[in-house]
């Protein structure tokens, strides 16, 4: 029923810059907030960036200063803006999203979702 969908990775090099964008779909009421985590090659998956529906926005701190997190309301879309990338933030990025979903008439249900994930490399 509800859909993320992901774009935006690929291989740069130390010190280049990329986009991520991820849009949910589907039987969507409301988003309360939406967010990347990633997962390094052997590590555990951690929360990269989050934004919640009033603007409010949260970082890891090894990002702070080089991501931006933003979204489009009107295109149910998270972006997120990488700067001054290092081979350490090489990982599988995936999107997340609390949503609000309509499961019956008058019915809905607050749920996590999850992105396929998109690998980002950084390299030279």
């Known amino acids: 029923q509800v859909q993320l969908v992901e774009s935006g990775g690929g291989l740069v090099q130390p010190g280049g810059s990329l986009r991520l964008s991820c849009t949910a779909s589907g039987s969507i009421f409301s988003i309360n907030a939406m967010g990347w985590f990633r997962q390094p090659p052997g590590k555990q998956r951690e929360l990269v960036a989050r934004i919640t529906s009033g603007g409010s926005t949260n970082y890891a701190d090894s990002v702070k200063g080089r991501f931006t997190i933003s979204r489009d309301n009107a295109k149910n879309t998270v972006y997120l803006q990488m700067y001054s990338l290092k081979p350490e933030d090489t990982a599988v990025y995936y999107c997340?999203?609390?949503?609000?979903?309509?499961?019956?008439?008058?019915?809905?249900?607050?749920?996590?979702?999850w992105g396929q994930g998109t690998q980002v490399t950084v390299s030279s």
């Open positions: 997340n999203a609390d949503l609000t979903i309509e499961v019956g008439l008058w019915v809905y249900k607050q749920d996590q979702y």
